[in-house]
């Protein structure tokens, strides 16, 4: 079953923060010379057009990258992903966004590369375009999960890890627990960043609760609600699981977490939270 297209998508609210933090690790990640692979499970298309049939629809991205992408106090630490989505719009109009692997082109050095899996055929012919001159990625159709076994550990030895399942069909949420156990299994010093969306709590609770029982330390979950929980209307909230986060990515997200509250939710309802779900 492969009904989800990530276009209807694109850009919401639940975007803006899996690519903020997704860009803060990168950033991080290049402090050092040495080269790092970005390793993203479920890459999706690479680029959404956000006045295509598919986003007009749900018109998701208005809620989203465009109550933040032009903010004149937007927190210095979002500058690289915001820059990413303002280089795709340069005359001013929102009219593109990035997805993931675009983002991490953007942000990524010469020395460093990129694995990227989609499955979906439609998507994955979109996304092979997009890198077709990009020596530094290896674009792959197949099933993400598999990669977290063929590509782990990078001879780099060092790594960011996204993994952005849809969920759409429910093993996903222990699908996402095995992956990490099977990919951590084999290299334990990655970054791993596991997104997830609030539809029913009780769903991302086992989820947790199953993380924990890997024996995995020093996860840190970032969690942005536009509503409180509840089980009848679809996502209220998202959030970002993070293995090995580097050292200021808490500090940062101190910081980014309620001014982006305040800019996506502006009637002020839901909630966010940054905590240790196994810390040290
Ligand atoms: N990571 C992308 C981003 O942030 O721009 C969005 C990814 S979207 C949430 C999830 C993607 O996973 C969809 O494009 C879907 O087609 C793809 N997908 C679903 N099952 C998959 C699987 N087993 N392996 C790889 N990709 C899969």
Not at 10 to 22: C, E, M, P
Not at 30 to 37: M, Q, R, S, Y
Not at 103 to 117: F, H, V
Not at 226 to 253: C, F, Y
Request: proline residues 7%; neutral net charge; charged residues 25%.
């Amino acid at each position: 079953m492969l009904s989800y297209r990530h276009s209807f998508h694109a850009g919401n609210h639940a975007d803006v923060l899996k690519h903020t933090v997704q860009s803060l690790i990168i950033e991080s990640l290049k402090e050092k010379e040495k080269p790092f692979l970005y390793l993203d499970t479920h890459a999706g298309a690479g680029r959404y057009l956000l006045n295509s049939e598919q986003a007009e629809r749900t018109g998701e991205h208005q809620e989203g990258i465009a109550r933040v992408w032009d903010c004149p106090d937007l927190p210095e630490a979002m500058a690289p992903y915001i820059n990413v989505v303002r280089q795709l719009n340069t005359n001013g109009n929102l009219r593109y966004y990035p997805g993931s692997p675009l983002i991490a082109r953007e942000l990524l050095r010469p020395q460093d590369s990129l694995q990227l899996t989609e499955l979906h055929p439609s998507d994955y012919p979109l996304l092979r375009t997009e890198f077709s001159k990009d020596d530094r990625a290896r674009v792959a159709r197949g099933d993400g999960y598999q990669q977290l076994k063929a590509k782990l550990p990078p001879v780099s030895r060092r790594a960011l890890v996204l993994i952005d399942p849809p969920y759409e069909i429910k093993t996903d949420y222990q699908a996402v627990v095995e992956g990490i156990a099977e990919g951590y299994k084999r290299f334990a010093t990655g970054v791993y960043a596991l997104w997830y969306p609030v539809v029913l709590r009780q769903q991302i609770k086992r989820m947790v609760h199953a993380l924990e029982e890997t024996g995995i330390r020093r996860i840190l979950q970032i969690e942005l609600a536009v509503r409180p929980d509840n089980s009848h209307r679809g996502m209220t909230a998202s959030g970002m699981i993070v293995i090995n986060p580097p050292w200021k990515l808490e500090v940062q997200m101190a910081e980014i977490l309620p001014w982006l509250h305040g800019k996506l939710v502006p009637e002020g309802t839901g909630h966010t939270a940054l905590n240790w779900i196994v810390p040290e």
